[in-house]
């Protein structure tokens, strides 16, 4: 009896254990650390919040290693060439020029004028630090100069700085970011005012593909105005600031109208003087012109023999002579028809 009232009492008990382990507390997980959250970097703050406002006009992808050859700048205000990424600017006289020279890993800016018939030995521009520095702009006062630079002031990989000359110390003072838009977390290469034709240009590399870059072109202001902070959500002044959409910058229909204009006849004339600049050294007409110099030479030397010739000899180098001077006419109306084809400008 004793062992059937044990059983019962096992049986019983049997399902409140099961239940009672059921209901048992289970330890508390440990609690996960909090991510850390992502800190932007105070600069980028402060320069958002004075963001330039800025009427971008057009934008262009091209070749990281050819952009310069599509910026259509007036040659009164000077000329760009472009070696690899590295961007040289020539005054418009000719006879000064800005180059990025590169010396094992660090690339400065050199100036050298032009004198004698000859390019002096470039020399570092004082003033500039020991940074990276490329891609110079030298405006057409002699003093303001506008070029890209790496190092701590700069908030990505280049930036836009600009910086002028203290004649009075023979140095440059100490340069300053031009901020943003023309400053990012990308590489922001080249800035140039072209007061002839008042349009300006940037190039970024910001949101390109690898070896790519984008010309953007602006309409340039006498006065800085920033855009007021409150008067946009963060969304849309990020994105003033980082030049996501040119259509966001046009608050003045007629003068973006009439900035693309401008920028439409300066890409033509650019198109035409490099057309011409081509044409006018073709191996063809290069040749043609040495011919007519050998034949003009010939000629003269005919024409000398002639003026001491006996008569019987002058009848001769007579017809010699017509004959050369009616080739050289012939000639020089070829040259001049294909010289025509060479679109001028004045």
Not at 194 to 209: I, M
Not at 214 to 242: G, H, K
Not at 259 to 282: F, Y
């Amino acid at each position: 009896m004793k062992l059937k009232l044990l059983a019962l009492t096992a049986l019983l008990l049997l399902p409140l254990s099961a239940g009672a382990q059921r209901n048992k507390k289970k330890p508390a997980k440990k609690a996960k650390p909090a991510e850390e959250e992502m800190v932007e970097d105070p600069r980028l703050v402060q320069m958002r919040a004075s963001t330039q406002q800025v009427m971008f006009i057009d934008s262009m992808v091209v070749d990281a290693t050819d952009f310069m050859r599509h910026i259509p700048l007036s040659a009164h205000v000077g000329k760009l060439t472009q070696t690899g990424s590295l961007g040289t600017f020539t005054t418009e006289m000719g006879d000064h020029r800005l180059a990025s020279l590169r010396k094992d890993s660090t690339v400065s800016i050199v100036s050298s004028d032009f004198i004698a018939n000859r390019w002096t030995e470039p020399q570092p521009l004082g003033g500039l630090g020991q940074v990276s520095a490329c891609n110079p702009f030298l405006m057409p006062d002699g003093i303001t100069l506008y070029f890209a630079q790496k190092g701590s002031n700069a908030i990505g990989g280049y930036d836009i700085f600009v910086t002028r000359y203290d004649s009075e110390r023979g140095t440059f003072l100490k340069a300053e970011n031009l901020g943003m838009p023309f400053a990012s977390e990308a590489n922001d290469l080249f800035y140039a005012i072209d007061e002839f034709n008042q349009l300006g240009y940037f190039v970024t590399d910001r949101r390109q593909p690898r070896g790519k870059v984008c010309i953007y072109t602006f309409i340039p202001q006498e006065r800085r105005r920033t855009y007021q902070p409150e008067a946009y959500s963060d969304q849309q002044l990020r994105s003033l600031a980082s030049i996501g959409r040119i259509a966001d910058t046009w608050t003045d229909k007629q003068q973006l109208n009439e900035a693309i204009q401008r920028l439409q006849a300066a890409r033509s004339v650019a198109s035409q003087a490099q057309t011409a600049d081509h044409i006018s050294k073709t191996p063809e007409l290069d040749a043609m012109r040495h011919e007519a110099d050998v034949q003009a030479k010939a000629l003269a030397i005919e024409r000398n023999r002639y003026a001491t010739a006996s008569e019987s000899e002058r009848a001769t180098l007579r017809i010699k002579i017509l004959s050369a001077e009616q080739q050289l006419e012939d000639l020089q109306t070829t040259i001049r028809q294909k010289e025509k084809q060479i679109p001028y400008n004045n």
